[in-house]
């Protein structure tokens, strides 16, 4: 089974408890480039009410992206939720497009190492 994608037939009445790991490969099968490296946990409480499903989900850990000024490696934290109510077609509910939207999302724009911590080789050029 994919991470993100749940079989309503094998949810229970009521409220569910939901864990996954998220990794690189979560992010490439976007076609996402700019993530390297990430080590995610997510946990969804879901609700499935017949028709309709309500999910909250939450969304910590780290990704890791490169710097935009030195290039070199840069680890970002990730603390994000989101709830959602869907409506599933067929036996499947899949947020997987949920998560990868919040996480990217909560990933600043400007990606820079604090004042001092980038890679000295590669900034020494910058200022000429």
């Known amino acids: 089974m994919q991470p993100f994608v ?3 037939s094998s949810l229970a009445p009521g409220s569910n408890l939901l864990e996954w ?3 690189a490969q979560f992010f490439e099968s976007f076609g996402n480039e700019d993530i390297l490296a990430a080590d995610l946990q997510v946990t969804a409480h879901v609700t499935f009410r017949g028709i309709t499903a309500e999910v909250s989900c939450t969304v910590t850990g780290t990704v890791t992206v490169p710097c935009d000024r030195c290039l070199e490696d840069l680890i970002i934290p990730v603390d994000t939720s989101f709830g959602e109510t869907y409506a ?5 509910l ?3 497009q949920d ?3 919040y996480v990217c999302t909560s990933i600043p724009l400007q ?3 604090p004042e001092g911590d980038c890679n000295q080789e590669t ?3 910058l200022s000429k």
């Open 6 to 8: 749940v079989k309503l």
């Open 21 to 23: 790991h998220a990794g």
């Open 88 to 92: 599933p077609l067929g036996d499947e």
């Open 94 to 96: 899949d947020f997987s």
């Open 99 to 101: 998560v990868y939207d």
């Open 111 to 113: 990606r820079l190492h």
């Open 123 to 125: 900034t020494k050029f």
